[in-house]
Structure formats: structure tokens, C-alpha cells
């Protein structure tokens, strides 16, 4: 590993938070009421080997050996790729793994009950607006095989992996160039696909967020900016509206907190204003309420829930562009902390979440319009 570089966290009631921790307060019981959720006192971001190819708009996905697969998005000179790699997180190095079947940007991938990786759709490059590709990958043979295409073409949609084993696919654009009210599951057992109803509204840019029950919640997006929020239900079959976002956004984030409570932070909102306000859904009374912003406005960052219950979110862009700050919001106070930068500014990336309970970040565009190869490391203490 190379150059380590060292992040002093703010603790409460140590020091003063900077401006923009404030906000509306949560309920008397707190956003989550957790005691597993601990600040942070010191974390330190370092430096990784970097990918062979620097690349954004891919996926990243964990693998069971505690490996992270990354395979596809944008690489040299705007080529959609083919390619894929594999991080080793305990020698800090890359290696090549097999190439996917056809080139995917904007597209997602999930990690099946079995072991395997299921990557679906996005743009490929071939003139076809958007793709209806699905395929698997073996980490035990490195290779990727096609299964059977979803029934409806689509980019920027989401994928869950449900109880059942099923992946559920939600939205996205379609060849038509219209956004998708559609969803269809996959079954990994038949290697089929099937309907799973309509969404109450089109998406993408949109968030999906699995509760503790089971069901799968979908937040925003484009192109309406709807403020409906649906609610699948896998048991039935069928989808129903709950309370609607109190906050008009795409571009978001939407993660499911140790309580079970859904947070919605950041994003885009109608008059193309990049958000820091937070919105957090209580799946047990079917309510909103409002949580402190985060420090910085961003969109296209990315949120990952900590092993300590923190959230923290990672670069993204505001109306100037990409930013490498870093902050983590922590339920046992109820406020966000801001932490020192990432090495380098960065959106279009990725960030996983390692066995050790360390994140990884790979890719994306920086700055300056350049792709990334670099891979960073967040380790807290």
C-alpha cells in the first residue's frame, strides 16, 4: 500500500460541527435510537493499487470469497467495455477475471444466494439504445455466461435481491426513450424471467431500498420527479403506494438503516437544485420525518451503511462538480460529519463494502473529465 492519508473526524461535543449540520431534528426517539451506532473517532483513507483499467459507470460487487468484481462502464476514449477484474482487498492487488459477453454501462449487477453474479442491461454500445442482456458470473471458473434477457430492455434500473432467492428489476429507460413503469423478477432456479406489475409512476435515477419485511421500497427519479412512493410486496406479487417523499429528488440515495428506517439523502430536485437535505422513512408508522443535512449538496454519491450503524457518503458532484469530501452521518447523535477528502474528486464511482468492514472505492470521472483508475481504501477506527 502506498501513501496513507490521515482524516480527523468531528466528534461531538468535542468540537463545533461546521455550518450545515443543523436542520430539522428527528423525533424525541432519534432517527434510529440504536446503540450499536458509535462516532467514529479517527479514520484514515489510503491509497490502493490501481485497476488495469480506469473506467466509471460500472458495478462493483462483493464476492463470498471477500474478493470485489468489477466489470464493465465507460474506459478509454467513451468505449463501453467488456472488460472485468478482480480486487483482492487482503494482497491490495487486481488480477483479470473473464471478459462479460457484451459491453454494459449504466447497468446493474447483484450477488445471487448462489454464489454467482447476476449483471443486467445498460447501454452496450451497439446502437441499440438500451439493452435486455443478462448474464452470469462464476467466480469458481471466472467466466461469464449468458441466461435468459429480461423481457423489457432497459439502463439506469435497479436490481434486488429478495428472500426468495429472485432478483427483483425495477424501471429504467427504454429503447423507445421513454422511462419504464415495468419490473420483472428473475429466478435464478429456472434462469427465467416474469412480470412483477407496474410501478405506480415511470423511473430511473430512482433508488430501491429492501425493508426488514422483505418488501422492496422505491424512492424519485426521473423523468416525472414523482413524489409517490412504491411499496412490492414479493409475498403477493403486487405493489402499493405508502406516504409520499416529502422531497422531490432523483440522483438520490436510500439506505436502509440498522433501525429499519429508510434514509433519502441528496440528489437533484425539479428546478435542477443538488440537494443536502434528508428525508428518513419509519416503515413501522408509515411516516416522514426530517433528519440534519449533510454538510455539501451531491448527487450520483454514494451511501454506504458502516458495520458501527454509521452512514457514510462518498463524492458525487454539487453545481461545480466532483467532489472528493467524505462525511458519515451518525444515528447515535443524529448529525453528519464531515471528514477530510478523498485523494481525488471523483462521481461515477463506486463504494463497497469489505468483509473487514472497510470501504473500497474504485473509478469514476473526475474532475477534470478523466476517468479513474485509482482505487482508495476508508478504514475506521
Known amino acids: 500500500m502506498s501513501r496513507t492519508i490521515r482524516?480527523?473526524?468531528?466528534?461531538?461535543?468535542?468540537?463545533?460541527?461546521?455550518?450545515?449540520?443543523?436542520?430539522a431534528e428527528a423525533p424525541a426517539a432519534g432517527v434510529v435510537g440504536s446503540s450499536e451506532a458509535q462516532a467514529l473517532s479517527s479514520a484514515y483513507w489510503t491509497r490502493n493499487a490501481n485497476m488495469y483499467d480506469a473506467r466509471n459507470l460500472h458495478t462493483a460487487t462483493l464476492l463470498e470469497s471477500g474478493l470485489v468484481l468489477v466489470a464493465g462502464g465507460t474506459t478509454g476514449s467513451g468505449v463501453i467495455s467488456r472488460s472485468a477484474e478482480l480486487y483482492n482487498p487482503y494482497t491490495d492487488s487486481w488480477s483479470s477475471t473473464g471478459s462479460l459477453n457484451a459491453p454494459h454501462q449504466n447497468f446493474s449487477a447483484v450477488r445471487l444466494d448462489s454464489g454467482l453474479v447476476l449483471a443486467t442491461g445498460g447501454q452496450d454500445g451497439s446502437g441499440a439504445p438500451?439493452?435486455?442482456?443478462?448474464?452470469?458470473?462464476?467466480?469458481d471458473t471466472g467466466r461469464w455466461s449468458l441466461t435468459a434477457n429480461m423481457g423489457v430492455p432497459r439502463a439506469f434500473h435497479t436490481s434486488t435481491l429478495l428472500g426468495s432467492g429472485k432478483v427483483l428489476v425495477t424501471g429504467g429507460m427504454t429503447p423507445v426513450g421513454d422511462a419504464s413503469r415495468s419490473t420483472e423478477l428473475y429466478d435464478p432456479a429456472t434462469g427465467t424471467w416474469t412480470?412483477?406489475?407496474?410501478?405506480?409512476?415511470?423511473?430511473?435515477?430512482?433508488a430501491a431500498t429492501q425493508l426488514y419485511s422483505g418488501e422492496v421500497m422505491l424512492t424519485g427519479g426521473l423523468p416525472l420527479m414523482s413524489n409517490q412512493v412504491d411499496v412490492y410486496n414479493p409475498a403477493t406479487n403486487t405493489w402499493r403506494q405508502v406516504q409520499p417523499l416529502p422531497t422531490l429528488r432523483q440522483s438520490h440515495t436510500a439506505t436502509r438503516l440498522y433501525s429499519g428506517y429508510v434514509m433519502v439523502v441528496g440528489g437533484q430536485d425539479v428546478s435542477n437544485?443538488?440537494?443536502?437535505?434528508?428525508?428518513?422513512?419509519?416503515?413501522?408508522?408509515?411516516?416522514w420525518f426530517s433528519a440534519p443535512p449533510m454538510n455539501r449538496p451531491r448527487r450520483g454519491h454514494t451511501a454506504t451503511l458502516l458495520y458501527s450503524g454509521a452512514l457514510m457518503v462518498t463524492g458525487g458532484s454539487d453545481e461545480s462538480g466532483p467532489l472528493a469530501s467524505t462525511e458519515v452521518y451518525d444515528p447515535q447523535y443524529n448529525r453528519w460529519f464531515l471528514i477530510d477528502y478523498m485523494p481525488?474528486?471523483?462521481?461515477?464511482?463506486?463504494a463497497t463494502l469489505l468483509d473487514t468492514g472497510e470501504v473500497v472505492v474504485t473509478g469514476g470521472t473526475t474532475t477534470s473529465g478523466n476517468l479513474l483508475a485509482t482505487t482508495v481504501r476508508f478504514t475506521q477506527q
Do not use: K, W
Open 7 to 23: 482524516l480527523s473526524l468531528l466528534m461531538a461535543g468535542v468540537v463545533t460541527v461546521s455550518s450545515g449540520c443543523g436542520g
Open 344 to 350: 481525488q474528486a471523483r462521481i461515477g464511482h463506486t
Open 273 to 287: 437544485n443538488v440537494l443536502s437535505s434528508v428525508d428518513v422513512y419509519d416503515p413501522y408508522n408509515d411516516q
Open 130 to 139: 438500451y439493452s435486455s442482456a443478462a448474464e452470469l458470473y462464476d467466480p
Open 195 to 206: 412480470p412483477a406489475g407496474s410501478m405506480s409512476t415511470e423511473r430511473f435515477f430512482h
